[in-house]
């Protein structure tokens, strides 16, 4: 069994549509496939801004917004279906009605579940059509509703996933469905809705944004696929944002744990929510570009040869430098670690980077507009702070002299930090 994760970007007009349906078709044979898809281009956000107009009782601008949202997939089906009376624009008026039919009502107070509630049309909606076409297109497919495979808590917005659960409906319903394929000697595939789950009382539940991967990886664990591959508009994973370096390349193949890694200190990679259940069970995760589906891509997977080939770099701009000195000048030893940490632990402030020498503490965060000024009020309760603005943050993870000359060329280094894997530079921002 395979899983396939289109995103949001993969199903943004006809042509994408129609270009996932030619993927799934070059790539599937005779292993069962389920595929994850999220909610059309930019919808989630869209539906975000709706909800939040419901709440807020701005009720012009709300049915604006929910008519703009409605013809948007009205006019993607209209270009998948050239036919007025297929049976999706039903599908879809019903779907869009009942959206109506809620915002409509007066919301309720918690916004969390009005929230769940609303932006699930997202993935529901670009299901109905992305099921409805591979149909015509000629792959016969199940839809299975989230909602009953992946069984969460109630906590709204960022539900938790009850793992036995899960693994239970998911292995019941999609062994089913893939049985009654094979007794109709159809090509086993099943589609469903990344980013949503159900409470067992059937709330509908959403896993935090971005979920769509997570969903993958949920359903992979249940099955025990043999992998999943997330197809996305960039060739793979690249060793840096090719935003802010022209020459990124592709990672090839790095491990599970490197992923994890990479991500911890800033990249934009696979988050570890998905990772981990893919490392327990070792089933390999490939990102392959929808674009050139014919690239081998990049795999996580348990292989770590390959993880010092390439150096990476993060870069995280805005970064805040603090030195704090015990008034009294005491040594910076236990006490005086545990106060400054509780500080920042109660500010909800995340260390990038921490040094200490015997009488005074560093450490880099990122500027925040209201934590930062609360923080220093309070470390100044207890200790002389010095602080620093304007800075980078540079991680490059398997450095070399050369690409540690280069970065630092026309550059001042406030302060670095070296591991055997890792080097980390906190350097004054270039003008
Ligand atoms: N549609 C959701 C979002 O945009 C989930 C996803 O695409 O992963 O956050
Ligand atoms: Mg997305």
């Known amino acids: 069994m395979r899983v396939f994760k289109f995103g949001g970007a993969s199903v943004k007009n006809p042509e994408s549509v129609q270009n996932v349906a030619r993927i799934i078709k070059n790539h599937h044979g005779t292993e069962p496939l389920v595929v994850v898809l999220s909610a059309m281009g930019k919808t989630t956000n869209a539906l975000e801004e709706l909800c939040n107009l419901f709440m807020g009782g701005k009720r012009t601008q709300m049915i604006k917004a929910y008519n703009q949202i409605r013809s948007a997939h009205f006019e993607i089906a209209h270009g998948l279906f050239p036919d007025p009376g297929h049976p999706v624009f039903q599908v879809l008026e019903q779907s869009f009605y009942q959206l109506y039919y809620y915002i409509t009502e007066p919301p309720g107070d918690n916004y969390n579940y009005e929230y769940d509630r609303i932006v699930s049309t997202g993935e529901l909606v670009s299901t109905q059509i992305v099921s409805m076409y591979l149909n015509e297109a000629g792959l016969p497919n199940r839809l299975f509703p989230a909602q009953k495979l992946i069984i969460t808590d109630a906590n709204f917005r960022d539900a938790r996933i009850d793992w036995i659960m899960s693994s239970r409906a998911i292995q019941e319903q999609l062994t089913g469905g893939f049985r009654r394929d094979q007794e109709e000697k159809l090509p086993p595939l099943i589609i469903t809705q990344g980013f949503l789950g159900g409470t067992p009382q059937g709330f509908t539940t959403t896993l935090g944004r971005e979920g769509s991967d997570f969903t993958a990886a949920i359903i992979a664990y249940a099955m025990q696929a043999m992998e999943v591959v997330i197809w996305k508009d960039v060739p793979g994973l690249l060793n840096a944002d090719p935003k802010i370096m022209e020459n990124a390349v592709l990672l090839p193949n790095i491990s599970y744990q490197e992923a994890i890694e990479l991500s911890y200190y800033g990249a934009k990679v696979i988050h570890p929510k998905t990772l981990k259940p893919l490392l327990s069970k070792k089933i390999p995760l490939k990102v392959k570009s929808f674009q050139e589906p014919e690239l081998p891509g990049s795999v996580i997977n348990n292989n770590e040869q390959q993880d010092n080939?390439?150096?990476?770099?993060?870069?995280?701009?805005?970064?805040?430098?603090?030195?704090?000195?015990?008034?009294?000048?005491?040594?910076?030893?236990?006490?005086?670690?545990?106060?400054?940490?509780?500080?920042?632990?109660?500010?909800?402030?995340?260390?990038?980077?921490?040094?200490?020498?015997?009488?005074?503490?560093?450490?880099?965060?990122?500027?925040?507009?209201?934590?930062?000024?609360?923080?220093?009020?309070?470390?100044?309760?207890?200790?002389?702070?010095?602080?620093?603005?304007?800075?980078?943050?540079?991680?490059?993870?398997?450095?070399?002299?050369?690409?540690i000359d280069k970065l630092t060329a026309h550059k001042e280094v406030v302060m670095e930090q070296k591991s055997r894997t890792t080097l980390q530079m906190i350097v004054k921002k270039s003008s």
């Open 309 to 403: 080939h390439i150096p990476s770099y993060i870069f995280k701009h805005n970064q805040v430098l603090v030195s704090i000195f015990p008034r009294d000048f005491s040594f910076i030893a236990e006490e005086n670690l545990s106060r400054i940490f509780a500080d920042f632990a109660r500010h909800g402030v995340k260390m990038n980077l921490m040094q200490n020498s015997a009488i005074s503490f560093s450490a880099c965060f990122d500027l925040d507009k209201t934590k930062t000024p609360a923080l220093l009020r309070d470390l100044r309760k207890m200790f002389s702070v010095k602080y620093n603005e304007n800075l980078d943050l540079i991680t490059v993870r398997h450095y070399t002299r050369a690409c």
